[in-house]
T-cell receptor, first 121, second 101 residues
Framework: EVKLVESGGGLVQPGGSLRLSCIASGFNFNTYGMNWVRQAPGKGLEWISGLSDSGDGTFYAASVKGRFIISRDNSRNTLFLQMNTLRGDDTARYYCARDSGSDIRGYFDLWGQGALIIVSS | FVLTQSPATLSLSPGETATLSCRASQSVGNQLAWYQHKPGQAPRLLIYDASNRASGVPDRFSGSGSGTDFTLTVSSLGPEDVAVYYC????FGGGTKVEMK
């Protein structure tokens, strides 16, 4: 079955760190660009980061640049998002999403169910 | 760069046609996608390259436009189409919520 499964969500204090993982199965993970998209409570979707198939190209939204780091381990079919200096407005459900090609085009044809992150003291 | 979607909410009767607009602050050529997002579910890609339907998407969904002005049309609206629809090019638009009367 072709799927993405996120893990690593939870409650974290402001200023803290957390790492999300997304395990891919059922397709050639190392030939697709991958992304993270989030949705804060009551808000719309926000693309926050993308990574090309080889990992050479990384892209970030201004809201997370300098605090979040996207990476991948193609040998383990896994995408990561290292989140540092977390703030209250980072509270959201975080989705892992596959791009339709090797680069980042914004055509996300496969999504995980999301991982909830709550930043609160 | 900003994508502006209108209207914010669309309330229609079953069988009607929904017309959703997405306007970009600068030209994106045809590099635009549309997504459907239902509560409790992951978003779903409907349209890519402004007018191409993604795999498995019914032909009731159609996209058009280029440059800065884009439209998603959903014909023969049914209860299964109740969702928030987003356009995406660089960033997501604010979304249009489609409701049934």
């Amino acid at each position: 079955e072709v799927k993405l499964v996120e893990s690593g969500g939870g409650l974290v204090q402001p200023g803290g760190s957390l790492r999300l993982s997304c395990i891919a199965s059922g397709f050639n993970f190392n030939t697709y660009g991958m992304n993270w998209v989030r949705q804060a409570p009551g808000k719309g979707l926000e693309w926050i980061s993308g990574l090309s198939d080889s990992g050479d190209g990384t892209f970030y939204a201004a809201s997370v640049k300098g605090r979040f780091i996207i990476s991948r381990d193609n040998s383990r079919n896994t995408l990561f998002l290292q989140m540092n200096t977390l703030r209250g407005d980072d509270t959201a459900r975080y989705y892992c999403a596959r791009d339709s090609g090797s680069d980042i085009r914004g055509y996300f044809d496969l999504w995980g169910q999301g991982a909830l992150i709550i930043v609160s003291s | 760069f900003v994508l502006t979607q209108s209207p914010a909410t669309l309330s229609l009767s079953p069988g009607e046609t929904a017309t959703l607009s997405c306007r970009a602050s600068q030209s994106v050529g045809n590099q635009l996608a549309w997504y459907q997002h239902k509560p409790g579910q992951a978003p779903r890609l409907l349209i890519y390259d402004a007018s191409n339907r993604a795999s498995g998407v019914p032909d009731r969904f159609s996209g058009s436009g280029s440059g800065t002005d884009f439209t998603l049309t959903v014909s023969s609206l049914g209860p299964e189409d109740v969702a928030v629809y987003y356009c995406l090019a660089v960033s997501f638009g604010g979304g249009t919520k489609v409701e049934m009367k």
